[in-house]
């Protein structure tokens, strides 16, 4: 008979689970929750692979189960160590499940097996049809010759019990861990290795089964004086003189530095991809954000030449006007990049100067008004300035007195912030433009809007070169703006912030220090 038939009707107690083609539990039955990694995960709704993480890496196959590709599936062994003295065992078979509704999408029926009675039972005929003790004689009469390999050893070498429980060493294992042999004998080999688990889970693989204990497994090891290194472990099982009793010996190899290697070429890896992915970006902003204003100057410029005679003097000036700005457009653009380039160069210089931070404020508000702002409300709020002269008599104010800043820089941050505000926020919507200054000390810009705000998922990246929101739509821009503001802030040591919610807005603080003449 078909062992999956025989599966489906033989006596045994079945429990279930049904998914999706997501994998999303749709149905279960009440006792499955028994079986689960994580008691309680297994709700519908839930991911399976979350409770059964046996399922992670062969999706495919599920999937060639659901399109009708395969008829089944099944893992067999599986085990869970809730209670170290009472391993729960089971073994999973995937079917397909139809719906009775044509018109619904194929389904997967997961059936799961309690198989622990039957795996210990498997353990017992083991250990009773073992009368051989072959191993334990051999390694008896060449117990001398064994010692000495052993003690010569360059890899480290433990013994333990069924358990875990370290029953000798080697002289190279108290060097690699730092401890002494008292220090070790008689603990668990937990003392040593931070995922024992996966080593406690291959002895009792070997007893319950005979299946070869893990080899080559890398783990993370601490030792004695707490440094964290990783070893690379293989596990043999050897008869002991009580039949069907068995110890474990790990031998282990220092392979830190290996796995050093391993991270910074991975790192190397991901730094080239990354510099792969800013030169895409790059190569994809220049053809975007150049294509536009050139296509319009091609295209005014065109309209000039072929009907200069026949269009009015007003039509003439509007296409003159969208030459202009498509100029403007492409030299800012321009301008940003070299800008960025100087910064990445480490050639941007701080050149501090005193500024009339409300008149520099309120002559760049009005600037943003002309450019980006004819259909936006900008606010400039301009809170009294503890600063003797601006405080005083601003007319007469004395050069000295003035807060030192580099004028050229912050003029880079207060025009992005501001023009980002205008971009982003609805027509006819307020921003909001707070000056502050305090102590004498430093000055700090706020800038609100009630945009499209900053999805979450995006907030960590949004200083990168090159990098936009996913929610940006059609809107115009080149993702360089908020890594320029970065940059200068930074130049002048000072600090960046921002809140945003989608849908609600964002606001932006930026506190600059006053340069001290020295």
Known sequence: MNPILRKLLGPQQIEYLVVNHLFIIQENSAKVQHYADNPGDAIPGADARMSFPELIGIENILMSIIMGRLPGFEIKGIARFADPNRPLYFDILAIKHEDEQEDVPNKLLILIEDTTEKMVMKQSLIQSANEANLLVSALAASKDYIDKVIRSMGDALLVTTTLGIIKSVNQSAKWLFGYTEAELIGNPLSLIVVEEKLLYQARHRYILSQKEPLRELELICTTKAGEEIWVEFSCSAIQTELEGLYDFIYIGRDITERKQEEIEIRRSLAKEQELRQVKSRFFSMLAHEFGNPLNTILFATKILQ??????????????????????????????????????????????????????????????????????????????????????????????????????????????????????????????????????????????????????????????????????VGKIPGTGLGLSIVKQCVDLHGGQLEFSSETGLGTTFIVKIPFYQHR
């Open 306 to 471: 072929d009907y200069g005679d026949e269009i009015t003097h007003e039509e003439k000036q509007q296409y003159l006007a969208h030459v202009q700005s498509a100029s403007k457009h492409m030299a800012q653009l321009l301008d940003d990049v070299r800008l960025l380039s100087s910064v990445e160069a480490g050639k941007l210089e701080f050149n501090p100067a005193p500024v009339n931070l409300q008149k520099f404020c309120s002559e760049l508000v009005e600037s943003i008004k002309i450019s980006y702002g004819k259909n936006h409300t900008i606010n400039f709020i301009d809170n009294e300035l503890i600063i003797a002269a601006q405080k005083n008599d601003r007319e007469s104010e004395k050069t000295q007195d003035l807060p030192a800043l580099d004028a050229k820089l912050l003029r880079h941050i207060l025009t992005n912030l501001l023009s980002n505000a205008v971009k982003y926020s609805p027509i006819n919507s307020n921003i909001y433009f707070e000056l502050n200054c305090q102590n004498n000390e430093e000055a700090t810009f706020k800038i609100k809007d009630a945009g499209i705000g900053i999805p979450l998922e995006d907030q960590e990246q949004l200083f990168e070169s090159y990098y936009r929101a996913k929610n």
